[in-house]
């Protein structure tokens, strides 16, 4: 985090969103450097006193840059149109991300090495193991979070037949879930930690069942 003081949670104010737009329109350094201010009191200040006031429960948490990587990019905007921040958990981490359209809030394992899907998909057609998952995701979605499923396959993946019955998760790419909130009054109010926590406890079995799977993060320190 910053070296400043860190303030208690309040939400994040309106002129946050205001500033998101403001950089859509005009993605350059001089109108990041010019208001550089905004973006730490208004943006990246809230999203670190959040992660100060739920470390004890979560763990510490990392802030993303805001610079994008543009190497090989056609688009060379040098700014991200978001701001998100991570913590880590063997089963892959939290996530929490604010942009105009409103804040994001979940968690899992995203874009798995090729050696650690290999572990999740083994374990999604193991009887045991993968009724394990349904009732984690049915429990997951009376929560109002949805799986991500952007990439996911479109047949089977080798080695397994398209009529398993989980044949739907075996295709999946991440074992990720979240949930978006549009802009609201809460947003800008000390309520918007209540829905980011909610949404980490609902995701925390996903992780822990990723973890289970996996013995090289069963070796890591939760």
């Given amino acids: 985090m910053a070296d400043r003081a860190i303030r208690p949670f309040t939400g994040w104010p309106p002129e946050a969103l205001d500033w998101f737009r403001g950089l859509e329109v005009n993605n350059s350094r001089a109108w990041f450097q010019e208001h550089r201010s905004t973006y730490d009191d208004a943006v990246r200040g809230p999203l670190e006193s959040l992660l100060a ?42 996530y929490v991300q604010l942009r105009e359209e409103g804040l994001f809030a979940g968690g899992g394992l995203y874009a798995p090495e090729s050696r650690q899907l290999g572990s999740l998909r083994a374990a999604i057609a193991d009887d045991r193991a993968g009724a394990q998952l349904e009732s984690v995701i049915a429990r997951l979605r009376s929560d109002r979070l949805e799986l991500m499923v952007d990439g996911a396959l479109k047949t089977a993946p080798r080695g397994f037949s398209v009529d398993h019955p989980r044949i739907a998760l075996l295709r999946l790419r991440h074992l990720a879930a979240g949930v978006q909130y549009e802009p609201a009054r809460w947003l800008h109010t000390a309520r918007a930690k209540d829905r980011v926590v909610a949404a980490w406890r609902a995701v925390r079995p996903l992780l822990d069942w990723c973890a289970a799977q996996m013995p090289e993060a069963r070796r890591q320190p939760s």
């Fill in 53 to 94: 006031e739920v470390a004890d429960e979560f763990g510490d948490g990392k802030v993303a840059r805001p610079n994008r990587d543009t190497r090989f990019s056609a688009d060379k905007s040098p700014y991200k149109l978001q701001i998100y921040a991570t913590i880590p958990h063997p089963g892959g981490g939290w």
